[in-house]
């Protein structure tokens, strides 16, 4: 095996948002810091997300909004059960103004502080952009920084020397090299294209039950180099579900297929049954819970030419994505149905009758109508005596014409599988640190119960990935002594 040239300091697996951020943090600090990225490209699912959960950030305190690092890990805490590691989300919310402000002074920009739920807190920080603007000014300054980052050579495994991780193997250009190295991060993103693990974990067929939406080749490498230097585990199993239809190649992200699907009308299991209050789809992880108990791995949103012509008109009442809030109208929806019907998808349906739906949808007519007219006798009284939907989304299905678009069950990445504490550092099985050796992003545990937590924290997880990126950093510096 051939050694890198020199020694580094700091080793950072993945490019992402909790690996760039590990790295420019070490760099500031005055380490010698290199980055190894499986990929060609930088950046990985961080490119795409939209905000980042913050409180008492400076952004806020300009518009007035009040809510408070107390009242955030109170609520986080709260909705886990405290199942989390209260210690590790306290360190993340005291962190997150801080990581606002830090971002900025990298050069990345943010448009707005918003809410994308009812009711909930304004912690919703939306970058300029999405994220792949503020995934190249960081990489541009840790350039400028003096770290060394590796597109194209993915890590092998961790070299532990004692109790201390002292280094890594990577792959470049075919052969195996020994990276010397005083500190390691792993923040390689999880798991989530990984088909034995999905299935071991969480139970799921991966592509055929589970979707994985924007994660490319996360095969679980970092969490399996943490557990072969001693690394317990934690977080394993779950995932950040959702519920999204129609999906395919001939459907754009955010269509306006996609927007009728996610509005909180009528919504049938494969069997023709309601399977939930549809109005929980304003909040990612309660729809995404629900669907994910139809182990079909696909539900059906169904409407009529009333509901169409009411979002047509009066525009839609769930977001979907920040770009198509509430009001937003679908007009391009009849355009992209006909579309669809006369190229004979299989995820847009439509019929002149309830029976003519259920028969194109697979399941029994009977079934569906028992359905379809149980829920209008809900919208008729006011009063949903199943679910107890909000009244106000309780329109019914009257005809002419009949529709349904299929929803899958998808999920936006694994959340956890390495055990750390509130430094970000990795803990053994013994519940001891390892030295030298530090977990941030998706390869980390701790920060959720059995669920991932946005109703009061919106952004949680790319939050989680930017500052456990720092913690790891600056607390990689502390080590090697630095500071």
């Known amino acids: 095996m051939c050694p890198m ?17 590990a790295a420019l943090t070490a760099a500031e600090g005055g380490a010698r810091v290199m980055v190894f990225e499986k990929q060609r490209s930088l950046g990985g699912t961080a490119n795409f997300i939209q905000g ?3 409180v008492e950030s400076g952004m806020q305190r300009k518009e007035y909004i009040t809510y ?16 989390a590691n209260p210690r590790l989300v306290r360190a993340i919310v005291n962190e997150s103004a801080a990581t606002i402000s830090w971002l900025q002074d990298q050069g990345v920009e943010f448009t707005a502080i918003t809410i994308n739920m009812p009711n909930a807190p304004r912690t919703y920080h939306v970058l300029k952009g999405r994220g792949e603007p503020a995934m190249k000014a960081l990489a541009s300054r840790a350039k400028e920084k003096g770290v060394d980052i590796r597109p194209g050579v993915p890590a092998k495994r961790l070299i532990r020397q004692g109790e201390r991780v002292v280094g890594l193997v990577v792959e470049e250009d075919g052969e195996e090299r020994l990276v010397k190295a005083n500190t390691a991060v792993i923040s390689a993103g999880g798991y989530a294209n990984n088909k034995d693990w999905i299935k071991r974990y969480t139970g799921f067929d991966l592509g055929e039950n589970i979707i994985p939406v924007g994660n490319v080749d996360k095969m679980g490498d970092g969490i399996r180099m943490a557990w072969e230097a001693g690394a317990s585990e934690e977080g394993l199993g779950l995932l ?3 519920r999204v239809g129609p999906l395919g190649p001939e459907f754009a992200m955010a269509c306006h297929l996609e927007l009728a699907a996610s509005q909180p009308d009528l919504w049938v299991n494969a069997r023709g049954e309601r399977f939930c209050d549809e109005s929980i789809g304003f909040y990612d992880t309660p729809v995404g819970n629900a669907s994910a108990r139809n182990r079909e791995g696909y539900t059906f949103s169904l409407f009529d030419d ?24 679908p007009v391009d929806l009849e355009k992209e149905m006909k579309a669809a019907l006369e190229r004979g998808s299989t995820e847009v349906f439509a019929a002149d009758s309830v029976a003519g739906l259920a028969s194109r949808l697979g399941m029994k007519g009977e079934v569906l109508e ?7 006798q809900f919208c008729a009284q006011r009063h949903d005596d199943l679910f107890a939907k909000d009244p106000r989304y309780l329109r019914p299905l009257q005809g002419p014409r009949f529709y349904a678009i299929r929803a899958h069950t998808v999920f936006l990445g694994t959340m956890g599988g390495i055990k750390i504490n509130e430094k970000a ?21 701790g920060l959720y119960g059995d669920s991932y937590c946005m109703r009061d924290a919106s952004g949680l997880s790319s939050a989680f990935a930017f500052n456990s990126g720092r913690l790891a950093g600056r607390n990689a510096l502390q ?4 500071i």
Do not use: Q
């Open 240 to 242: 950040e579900v959702n």
């Open 479 to 482: 080590l090697i002594g630095k």
């Open 370 to 376: 028992e359905t379809v007219a149980e829920y209008n």
């Open 68 to 83: 408070s690092r107390d009242e955030a890990f109170k609520a986080i805490m709260e909705y886990s059960h405290w199942r």
């Open 5 to 21: 040239p020199g020694e580094t300091e700091v080793a950072v697996i993945g490019s992402g948002a909790a690996g760039l951020s």
């Open 52 to 54: 980042i959960f913050a």
């Open 425 to 445: 550092e990795v803990i053994d099985k013994k519940e001891r640190v390892i030295p030298g050796l530090y977990a941030a992003g998706f390869d980390a545990g």
């Open 306 to 329: 009333s509901i169409k012509k009411l979002m047509l008109e009066n525009g839609i009442e769930r977001n979907v994505a920040i770009e198509n809030m509430p009001g937003t109208r």
